[in-house]
């Protein structure tokens, strides 16, 4: 009996868990971070505040988990979080490079992840957090992948994998921050072509 | 007398204008965007909030403002606004870029524009009058130096400038806006470098 309470008291923390991180990922998208409270959040998950406070100290806190959660059950639908490795690194980088623009171009990915990173922006502490959780690993994988390209033949290998994907990821990034153009495959595509190349004189 | 008058008025305005400037650069450094109010720029700028209120909507456009102003001085010190040319497209590049390293190395530039970055990427309607006040003309003069480059034959000529110029500052503005590495003299150089050769095969 003790056994079967345990496992159903789990059972509804898992539910208010995921009705927390459901509501926090929606109402942000709708209210913008700066007016998204603990109370709306529980209000519209259906459960007390404190609640939420016995799990996490700040509405940053429940948000980052929430998008971590969310990132990490879609990478599991996509086969995991390594970037694909076909052996060509322009046709790899262009698959995730248009996957990147599809997700930014989408309200439900974009709107929690842009929350994060203005905030973390303006503040160090939470910016330090995401930039760990969520941008730094991404930056990893790109590293990793970058790194095998190099091996065989097709990146520089006097090229710091950091600051290589860094000219690949920066830009896109900057376009979706600061909405200083259109994201799109065909930007996608062209930003690989000229990140590989240069902008200096051809060699011919 | 009506001209004295009308003279002094001027001058009471013009130093209460850059008395709230200088309030709302300082404290934004201070306190962060989200707890500057209008209040405490009124008190320390020691004019009454209904002075800030008569010539600016919102904090973020006294902000806005304040920091185009004290850019604006700054861009008249250096002998305008231009980019240097020397003809030697690399060194030119080294210099603005080093120097852009310098401006956000240092907090009294890079609090106000940070806080500005933050709130215009979380808020669409402030990130449309950052980007097109703050970054577009940046940009542009960019644009114009490596235009003047391709002329030159010092950059390829088949490259959209718009994207060649967002290879080059968005890794910069991404190392300093979320924090992920170094922001230095050796990495401004190192990025130029990058940016020209691309990070695809050597060809010998």
Partial sequence: MAERTD???TRRSERSRRAIYDSALELVGETGYGKLTIEAIAAHAG???QT???WWPSKADVLLEAFLDAAGRAADEGGGAALPDTGDIVADLRTVLRAT???FNDPVFEAPYRALAAEG???AGLGAEVTAKILEPRLRLFEQRLSAAAEAGQIAS???PRMAVELIVAPLAQRWLRRTGPLD???ADTLIDLALRGIGP???
Same sequence: chains 1, 2.
Avoid: F, L, P, Q
């Fill in 101 to 103: 623009v599809d997700e």
């Fill in 52 to 54: 939420i406070y016995r």
């Fill in 185 to 187: 495959h065909i930007y």
């Fill in 158 to 160: 006097d090229v710091d």
């Fill in 202 to 204: 051809r060699r011919v």
């Fill in 47 to 49: 459960v007390g505040k």
């Fill in 7 to 9: 496992s159903d008291t």
């Fill in 121 to 123: 922006i303006a503040n």
